[in-house]
């Protein structure tokens, strides 16, 4: 697996050359890369949390940072590669990532008993009776 | 494009660049460091948020600059997903956080007030 992240950081870097044309033009392509290492470093901070979160809805959220830092990523590829247009599939992924987002959260409070010792004096709950709390 | 606005644009576009990404890192880190599942859905949306706004319009600046489009497609596609992040990152943390807390997500020792928690004793659902 680390093989292939190197390989693909590897191809980005080395997709399009500097572009040295101006000064203003190299700065463009330093800070692009610059952000597009920061970005992936962010996604390995998040699954820190992903990994440990205690509850699931730490794990829900990590979800929809890593979506979102998605998103970024796209948008600094479609400036690093110049010609290519990736800006639809930015659309798709914020909509898929809500879509999920929104599924978990109905998921972790759907009627069912809680876990004891999870801050409430007793461990069963009942049914939820607010049908109209989302 | 004339060498003068072509200068401007590739400034506008590190500077967004930089804001964008200086507040997803803050929103990335606040979730490693917030001692509690609210904390956390406060850095996950605010800092989240508004770093992609501004990736996306740098985003926007670099591709007019580029002419990868015309700008009007652009201009109007960003927008859009700039709106929809602006509706759906919080409805989603605030939906997660009603969730955390119907399942019993245990606040921080520290916390003030849990008006949530008040209401529902006060009605009766707890």
Redesign the interface.
Known sequence: MMVTILASAASVVAAAPLNDS?W??R??SV??LF?IV??IA??F??L??LLRGP????R???V??IS??L??LV??L??RY??V?F??G??VL??I??AG??A??????RPHV?RAG???PTAE?GP???TD?? | MPPAIQMIMDLLTVGFLLFGLFFMTVGALGIVRMPDVYHRMHAATKGVTLGIVGMLVAGAFALIMQESASPFRIVTLIALVILFQFVANPVGAHMLAKAGHLDGCPPWDKTLSDELEEDRAACGTR
């Open positions: 101006t203003h033009a700065l463009v800070t692009v952000a920061v970005i962010n996604m901070i998040c820190y949390r509850h699931l809805v730490d829900a959220l990590a929809d940072v979102v830092q998103i970024g948008i600094l479609t400036i110049g010609t247009w800006t639809d930015v659309m914020s909509l990532g809500f987002t929104v978990m959260a109905q998921y972790i409070a809680t999870h801050g409430e709950r939820v009776t607010d709390s989302i």
